[in-house]
């Protein structure tokens, strides 16, 4: 079957623009994460969507939202963005249910280059 | 917030070596997951652990499940060129659907 889809791959952007990032779960798959990688911080939480509604929400600014769609597609928007959001933005998908655990598989990620 | 201890950063081995990391935790998880990333790539599974004390088995990948739930080890026996990667640790506690990761391993194997 066909695995988590993000797009685009790689993203460049100037500082105090905005960009939003794309993520089809694996089919089936209701529940939609997305995680920040970088150097510095390493793999840290974003939020979490599951059925259109978000569930979860990691310790970052307002800056960052995100909305899921009733396909279960995913969206994640950053608005004002700063150098420091250069990362690696990566998606996971599960079934959502208490044994998400094994459940979560991760796309390859949205390269995004703030300057 | 919680925080997961991974080590160590780094290592060297030769090929055919066995490799062992492990993960501690401030805090108690219900689940342990152990991820291998690759460059350009997002995080694959390669073990899930839902009890204290188990002990899983992925081919030449073990991991344990520490029996105090604030640890995890992941063992790699008779290393190969492909094994080489970024080991991350994660874990989730009670009904918190989000992963907390550890900081990763980097793997090299040398021929």
């Known amino acids: 079957k066909a695995g988590v889809t993000q797009t685009p791959r790689y993203l460049i952007k100037t500082r105090g623009q905005q960009v939003t990032l794309s993520c089809s779960p694996i089919s089936g798959h209701r529940s939609v994460s997305w995680y920040q990688q970088t150097p510095g911080q390493g793999l840290q939480f974003l939020f979490e969507y599951f059925s259109e509604t978000q569930r979860n929400k990691g310790n970052f600014p307002g ?19 700063e150098l420091g959001d250069s990362a690696l933005y990566l998606c996971a998908s599960s079934l959502g249910r208490r044994d998400y655990g094994y459940g979560y598989t991760f796309g390859s990620g949205t390269r995004l280059t703030v300057v | 917030g919680q925080q997961l201890n991974q080590s160590p950063q780094s290592m ?12 501690t935790s401030s805090s108690i998880f219900n689940t342990w997951l152990w991820y291998k990333q690759e460059p350009g790539e997002g995080p694959v599974l390669l073990i899930a652990l ?26 790699i026996s008779a290393s190969i060129p492909s094994d080489v990667g970024i080991y991350f640790c994660a874990g989730s506690s009670g009904s918190a659907r989000q992963l907390t990761f550890g900081s990763g391993t980097q793997l090299t194997v040398l021929p």
Request: with cysteine; net charge positive.
């Open chain 2, 50 to 75: 839902y009890k204290a004390g188990e002990l899983t088995s992925n081919g030449r990948l073990t991991a344990q499940f520490g029996i105090t739930r604030k640890d995890s080890f992941l063992n």
């Open chain 2, 12 to 23: 060297f081995i030769q090929e055919g070596e066995d490799v062992s990391m492990n993960c």
């Open chain 1, 63 to 81: 800056r960052f939202s995100g909305r899921q769609f009733s396909n279960s597609r995913s969206e994640m928007n950053v608005s004002t963005l």
